[in-house]
């Protein structure tokens, strides 16, 4: 089965840290890329962060650069978001997906929600994060 499931999330007092996971079953993560995506109530799914499947290339939306940090681990087959300064807005859950025809990283997490179920094929059931003092 064709799987990615994330993990790390939880409840943290704004200002902390977190690190989620991104963990693959049956198939080979370093063909892929992947994108961490986050829904918060009442909005839409957003692009957080991506990384490349080749040259590790990485994008950041504007609201986590500088807090967040997207990096990749292809012996354990996952992919880690490391969120520091954690903010009240940050509260959402938390998906990973992954697709290997994307073409850019930035392209792939600026898409909308039509165009990431459209194009990105494979996600997690995702993980709540919860900043809140």
């Known amino acids: 089965q064709v799987q990615l499931v994330e993990s790390g999330g939880g409840l943290v007092q704004p200002g902390g840290s977190l690190r989620l996971s991104c963990a693959a079953s049956?198939?080979?993560?370093?063909?892929?890329?992947i994108g961490w995506y986050r829904q918060a109530p009442g909005k839409e799914r957003e692009g957080v962060s991506c990384i490349s499947s080749s040259d590790g290339s990485t994008y950041y939306a504007d609201s986590v650069k500088g807090r967040f940090t997207i990096s990749r681990d292809n012996a354990k087959n996952t992919v880690y978001l490391q969120m520091k300064s954690l903010k009240p807005e940050d509260t959402a859950v938390y998906y990973c997906?992954?697709?290997?025809?994307?073409?850019?990283?930035?392209?792939?997490?600026?898409?909308?929600?039509?165009?990431?179920?459209?194009?990105?094929?494979?996600w997690g059931p995702g993980t709540l994060v919860t900043v809140s003092s």
């Open positions: 049956g198939f080979t993560l370093d063909n892929y890329a």
């Open positions: 997906a992954a697709d290997s025809g994307v073409g850019s990283v930035q392209t792939m997490c600026v898409m909308t929600p039509y165009d990431q179920s459209l194009y990105l094929g494979v």
